[in-house]
């Protein structure tokens, strides 16, 4: 009976470590499979900190020089940018030199791992179908490779009837959508009335503010003189831009340019609260368009503002590529 006994203890020994050593194995296994995984990530994007949410081609004000994709892709090289947006500009009050869909789509694409291009259309083009035609005419550059709709700066209302048909039909494409705002171009109020309809109207656009108009909207009390300038000094509570971000999912912010910086610099303390608190949908961008071109961007992030490590990684990188479908 003893002996018996032995033999069943043995037995059962031997399984318990068979069945150690297999648990073990499988973690080792299932340890290896995420650094593979986060291999292949890292093998998948370029190198770089940041993924610009804003960049021109070409030549787009007469008082300044023409860039092309290899110097793009230089100064991206020299400032840890991984990938770049590349938009348009389709409207009269845009720019002194229209860069159309198809320049952008024509100049990146033998670079399309790291420029990623934009369509646009200005509102007051003659097409017939209304929401359908204009889904035609967007498809046809979606099919070329447009990650996206912008950058949209016509000059009428924010809520114009004809700018309402261009989010309608980026709304059954599901194609994100980056403003430009201002007292020109995109007009709004203060509180930013017509962009809260457009938002309402068309929840599966993600709208993504830029310009003066949006940035300024960071603070409350604001004038409408205020949507077409770069107002300094502290941030007062109650502004736009937090009250739309906090009721609407599908709004985003893009830092570029002086409106953007300047926001966050104005008052730094509330920009990093800001940045901290809306983490989630702040997209780096410095609206980098000629050589040689100044972007302050760098500075306030790398100098004076001093964001946790997650924070940065979302605002620097990761949303824009969740926003674009391009991982993370």
Known sequence: MQ?????????????????????????????????????AA????????YVDMHTHLGQTWNTTQPLSAEELLRWMDAHSVSQAVVLPLTSPESSSFLLTSDFVLAETKPFRDRLIPFC????????????KGLVAILKRWIDLGAKGFGEHKPGVNFDDPRNMTIYAACNELKLPLLFHIDSQRNMDKPGLPGLEKAIKENPDVNF????????????????????????????????????????????????????????ISRDLDFGREFLIRRQDRVCFGTDFLSPGQGV?????????????EEVQRKVFRDNGRKLLGLGA
């Open 296 to 308: 302050p961007q760098f500075d306030l992030f790398e100098q004076q503002l001093e964001l946790p």
């Open 42 to 49: 890292q093998e998948k994007f370029p190198n770089g900190k």
């Open 120 to 131: 646009s259309i200005d509102p007051r083009t003659s097409y017939t179908g209304g929401v």
């Open 208 to 263: 993504i503010g830029h310009g003066p108009g949006w940035w300024a909207s960071i603070s409350g009390g604001i004038s409408e003189r205020d949507l077409g300038g770069y107002p300094k000094g502290k941030v007062a509570p109650g502004g736009a831009i937090d009250a739309l971000m906090e009721k609407y999912p599908n709004i985003y912010a893009d830092l570029s340019a002086g409106s953007g910086a300047g926001a």
């Open 3 to 39: 002996i018996a006994e032995c033999r069943l203890q043995s037995a059962a020994a031997i399984t318990r470590r068979s069945f150690c050593r297999a648990v073990a194995a499988a973690v080792a296994a299932a340890g290896a499979a995420a650094v593979t995984r986060r291999a």
